[in-house]
T-cell receptor, first 117, second 116 residues
Framework: KAGVTQTPRYLIKTRGQQVTLSCSPI?????VSWYQQTPGQGLQFLFE???????NKGNFPGRFSGRQFSNSRSEMNVSTLELGDSALYLC????????????????FGEGSRLTVL | AQTVTQSQPEMSVQEAETVTLSCTYD???????LFWYKQPPSRQMILVIR??????QNATENRFSVNFQKAAKSFSLKISDSQLGDAAMYFC?????????????FGEGTQLTVNP
């Protein structure tokens, strides 16, 4: 069974540009979550999608957005990049439940390393 | 809001020895899950062990076990017979069993070094 796949693995952008990151969850998983990891702030929750709907959102500005497609694949977008957006962006998938409460294990991808110059 | 605190930024252990990583958390909820995740240099987060708050029995997974003290809001990880492959960053994480979704709140992490 293939794991969580994130693309691209590495990317370099300049301030003011925008970036789109992709995440393909494990087959059958309907929940996809995104996290930002930085040395200073640690791991912070960005948002979660379930069945194409945003179910939870962390405390990030509106420049950070995401979406989920009918095949559960998810993308996140960061517009007007700032130096502070340099981070490892991790995606995690889980089976999830339509009722909202899930005890399923989260499986993480290897992350996308974004550098903003 | 829930918070998770790992007070040991770095720990080291000799191969084959035992090490305990500390984690405390704060929550007003009565039902939740606690996790330890491992992040090796390859960056992929791997679940080490999980604990349901309603279970009094401490979880164990082979060489990994936890000491869950619900009243004290403490959740430590014990690694027995440490191996070189255990070297990694370890994160303690909290997830509500009441609010919807899979949102995890992570601690700051503990970098574990295993010396041969």
């Amino acid at each position: 069974k293939a794991g969580v796949t994130q693309t691209p693995r590495y990317l370099i952008k300049t301030r003011g540009q925008q970036v789109t990151l992709s995440c393909s969850p494990i087959s059958g998983h309907r929940s996809v979550s995104w996290y930002q990891q930085t040395p200073g702030q640690g791991l912070q929750f960005l948002f979660e999608y379930f069945s194409e709907t945003q179910r939870n959102k962390g405390n990030f500005p509106g420049r950070f957005s995401g979406r989920q497609f009918s095949n559960s694949r998810s993308e996140m977008n960061v517009s007007t990049l700032e130096l502070g957006d340099s981070a490892l962006y991790l995606c995690a998938s889980s089976y999830g439940t339509s009722g909202g409460i899930t005890a399923g294990e989260l499986f993480f991808g290897e992350g996308s390393r974004l550098t903003v110059l | 809001a829930q918070t998770v605190t790992q007070s040991q930024p770095e720990m080291s252990v000799q191969e084959a020895e035992t090490v305990t990583l500390s984690c405390t958390y704060d929550t007003s909820e009565s039902d939740y899950y606690l996790f330890w995740y491992k992040q090796p240099p390859s960056r992929q987060m791997i679940l080490v062990i999980r604990q349901e708050a309603y279970k009094q029995q401490n979880a164990t997974e082979n060489r990994f076990s936890v000491n869950f003290q619900k009243a004290a809001k403490s959740f430590s990880l014990k690694i027995s017979d440490s191996q070189l492959g255990d070297a990694a960053m370890y994160f303690c994480a909290y997830r509500s069993a009441i609010t919807s979704g899979s949102r995890l709140t992570f601690g700051e992490g503990t970098q574990l070094t295993v010396n041969p």
